[in-house]
């Protein structure tokens, strides 16, 4: 089965500067990557997404980027507020209809 | 919470013990999985549905078994609770199999 590793699993940012969320996966088949937002006591939340045809996709101040080749993916958060403090989840989806999830990143933007 | 609703919201059982937890969808989606979530291993899918009366097993998936009746509802339980299934339970539905929405968790205690 597939199997998503995500970095670092506590990552620390001065509002206003860059935050970098790293994912890699294992199944080659995988062609549909999620990231979820989970702030305290609620459910996570899909923030943004790629499919395998794109290799880059923004929405406002966050962007993923893909590296088929590579397996690995990435979220990058620019201008980082105070309620962008949450735990990010990378996942990744292959075709037998599961989304297998990383461990998680805490983020902390510091005001 | 895209039209999910779980039920309970928060349950402490005794070990040994049935228990049985409930999400039930407005949207009419296929797809409805449950996932448990513990620190330090995101979410693992436990079960999962891709139809009334079709279920799958995930990674997680002894000392549960689900059913699917009808569309709107998708059971989990469990057959005789252990300490070990301590953890917060989440369903997701998805329409096409990909974008997976979740609902606001169950926290159970077994003790």
């Known amino acids: 089965g597939e199997n998503v590793e995500q970095h670092p699993s506590t990552l620390s940012v001065q509002e206003g500067d860059s935050a970098v969320i790293k994912c890699t996966y294992s199944?080659?088949?995988?062609?549909?990557f999620p990231w979820y937002k989970q702030e305290l006591g609620k459910g996570p939340q899909l923030i943004i997404d790629?499919?395998?045809?794109?290799g880059e996709k923004k929405d406002q101040r966050i962007a993923v980027t893909l590296n088929k080749t590579a397996k690995h993916f990435s979220l990058h958060i620019t201008e980082t507020q105070p309620e962008d403090s949450a735990v990010y989840f990378c996942?990744?989806?292959?075709?037998?209809?599961?989304?297998?999830f990383g461990a998680g990143t805490t983020v902390t933007v510091r005001a | 919470d895209a039209g999910i609703t779980q039920s309970p919201r928060h349950k402490v059982t005794e070990t040994g013990t049935p228990v049985t937890l409930r999400c039930h969808q407005t949207?009419?989606?296929?797809?409805m999985y449950w996932y448990r979530q513990d620190p330090g291993h995101g979410l693992r899918l436990i079960h999962y549905?891709?139809?009334?009366?079709?279920?799958d097993k995930g990674e997680v998936s002894d000392g549960y078994s689900v059913s699917r009746s009808k569309t709107e509802d998708f059971l989990l339980t469990l057959e005789s609770a252990t300490s070990s299934q301590t953890s917060v339970y989440f369903c997701?539905?998805?329409?096409?199999?990909?974008?997976?929405?979740f609902g606001q968790g169950t926290r159970l205690t077994v003790v």
């Open positions: 790629i499919r395998s045809n794109v």
């Open positions: 949207e009419n989606h296929r797809y």
């Open positions: 997701a539905i998805s329409a096409s199999g990909t974008e997976a929405f």
């Open positions: 996942a990744a989806f292959s075709n037998d209809y599961k989304l297998s």
């Open positions: 549905s891709y139809g009334v009366k079709d279920t």
């Open positions: 199944d080659s088949a995988s062609n549909y």
